[in-house]
């Protein structure tokens, strides 16, 4: 064994030098210490003769690392390599690891470098397994990222505080990495070198498991080095959590959308299917005098008004709910539906309700808020089948702080709860009972359209949704409505008597024979001449200065319609 360490220093500044020579006198390092310039006289010199140790200026490696490294190590793969630094970064110590710089030292502490030279050269002859208590320090813990060091056999070497703190295991719990990543998503079973593919796998999306047993998707980023004469592998991993709920929740997104413009064009065909219908039932009832067809008729009447309601939910959801608005009184529509419900609900289910008597009027689509009201109140029914207790409660809320949970924003709002004492809804349910025809009831026994309505009718409204669920304790909804300082305009009445006519023409276009038909002679019934075309080409037949009105629904085709 030498005497003196042998050590070449990669440096072109001769203060630097003269520094680093100065700390080894000092520290009592004896040594040969030899200086080169460039890369090229580097290589040369540790071709020509054996060093002990390798020191380098980062800043001269910084832009060509891995490839000057990766020399080095082809041509003296056992020597140690220091590189000195003017300020520590988070970023150098992810560098100094994969690249498989031995260590690395700040160059206003050249006071720790004779030490520092002493435990590598101690580290290096004894070929130990494991970095030194200061590279676990200074480096791995200096980086935010979870990073795991482990031997080609999968042993765990270092386990980084971060990798602690995302995974919640001790360094003590950590001695071989398949207790963490058991094998990777495409397969590969452990992270030892045969079966790692560098060239092609600098990163690989992978399942970690933490101290609870819990699966969390991460990607790992993987990269190999030789330290001691021996290879080790560097696994930094990013959790991919959030941006997997973000990719799933955009997934969701687009699939919600498609529901919409599918079920949209369903439901606009099966209209048309029942619009003749509900006419021509109006028309016989006027007509047929004997009870019990009447009674067939009022059912028929009854069961396609239910199919036509529901038609028009699809295509409220579809749209996007664009309905007129005004100011509406909560208080009053609460009451009306209470009553209601009291008429129809089971004598099993109790209904309580509460309205604050200084409750704000909000602004919105006074059928669709009973709409909203309605379905989560069926709902609730439906989760009590042997009874239970039903409560509505309505008054003014301020939310002065931005909700995180719900991204409620504050201001005030009118705040509707409907509660129920039944089942309740379970975690892995909860998360999915807002989407459309997602229903947990029997078949034929519910559409999945409920909640899904309600949601987008609440967000129309510029307010906010929110459950809170648990198994056999009952559901609370709370709806959140933005208040309006307007006052109640006048109540419209829209029932509205049929005019009888006096002989004048109406045209009807529409591609729908069955509506032409049925409109036709519904309007006939009440002294009309009607006329009828399909499209906009056969409109064009009319004389159009005789027509008195004209009813239009789809034109296949555009035309151009002069009256004189």
């Known amino acids: 064994m030498r005497s003196k360490l042998q050590i070449i220093y990669f440096e072109d500044n001769p203060l630097y030098i003269e520094q680093v020579r100065n700390s080894l006198q000092a520290g009592k390092v004896e040594c040969d210490l030899v200086s080169v310039g460039n890369k090229s006289d580097l290589i040369k010199a540790i071709k020509d003769k054996q060093y002990d140790i390798i020191f380098s200026d980062y800043l001269l490696i910084s832009n060509k690392t891995e490839s000057l490294l990766k020399t080095i190590q082809a041509v003296s793969p056992n020597t140690p390599f220091i590189c000195f630094f003017e300020k520590k970064s988070e970023e150098i110590g992810i560098l100094m690891i994969r690249t498989g710089v031995t260590n690395y030292l700040s160059k206003d502490n050249l006071s720790a470098l004779p030490s520092l030279v002493k435990s590598t ?38 386990f980084n505080q971060s990798a602690v703190n995302s995974f919640g295991y001790s360094r003590k719990d950590i001695n071989d990495i398949s207790i963490l990543l058991p094998k990777y998503i495409d397969g590969v079973e452990n992270f030892s070198l045969s079966t790692i593919n560098f060239g092609n796998c600098s990163s690989v999306e992978a399942i970690a498991i933490d101290y609870q047993q819990k699966n969390l998707p991460v990607e790992v980023y993987i990269s190999k080095a030789e330290w001691a004469n021996s290879s080790i592998i560097t696994l930094t991993i990013d959790d991919l959590t959030k941006k997997k709920r973000l990719e799933n929740d955009s997934f969701r997104s687009q699939r919600l959308e498609s529901i919409g413009v599918l079920a949209g064009g369903i439901a606009h065909d099966l209209n048309n299917l029942l619009t003749p219908n509900l006419i021509a039932i109006q028309i016989l009832k006027n007509r047929i005098e004997d009870k019990k067809l009447r009674l067939l008729l009022n059912t028929m009447e009854s069961s396609t008004k239910r199919g036509a309601e529901l038609i028009k939910q699809i295509l409220s959801f579809a749209k996007g709910f664009s309905d007129k608005t005004s100011v509406v009184q909560i208080k009053h529509l609460i009451y009306e539906i209470e009553k209601l419900l009291k008429e129809t609900f089971p004598r099993s289910i109790t209904i309580r309700v509460g309205v604050a008597k200084n409750i704000n009027p909000v602004y919105g689509d006074p059928t669709q808020l009973h709409q909203i009201i309605m379905n989560l109140a069926v709902n609730a029914r439906d989760a009590m089948p042997t009874g239970g207790i039903l409560s509505i409660t309505a008054g003014n809320t301020i939310i002065s702080n931005l909700n995180s949970q719900e991204d409620i924003l504050p201001g005030s709002y009118v705040e509707i709860t409907v509660s129920d004492t039944g089942k309740g809804i379970s975690k892995q349910l909860l ?73 004048q023409t109406i045209l009807i276009v529409d591609d729908e024979a069955a509506i032409r038909e049925i409109t036709k002679i519904s309007l006939e019934a009440y002294n009309y001449t009607v006329l009828v075309a399909r499209d906009g080409i056969e409109t064009c037949v009319y004389t159009l200065s005789t027509v008195y009105m004209c009813f239009t629904c789809h034109l296949s085709h555009r035309a151009i319609i002069r009256t004189s």
Not at 435 to 446: A, R
Not at 461 to 486: A, D, R
């Open 121 to 158: 050269i101690e580290e290096t002859r004894n070929h130990t397994e494991e970095l030194q208590p200061w590279a676990e320090s200074v480096v791995l813990d200096s980086v935010k990222k979870p990073v795991v060091v482990i031997d080609k056999g999968g042993k765990v070497l270092f």
């Open 431 to 503: 998360g999915k009972i807002f989407e459309p025809f997602f229903t947990t009831k029997q078949e034929y026994k519910g559409t999945g359209l409920g909640l899904s309505t309600a949601l987008s009718i609440v967000k129309s409204h510029n307010g906010f949704l929110t459950v809170n669920s648990e198994e056999g304790k009952g559901t609370t909804f709370k709806v959140l409505l933005p208040i309006t300082s307007e006052e109640k305009g006048e109540a419209v009445d829209m029932k509205q008597s049929v005019p009888t006519g006096k002989g």
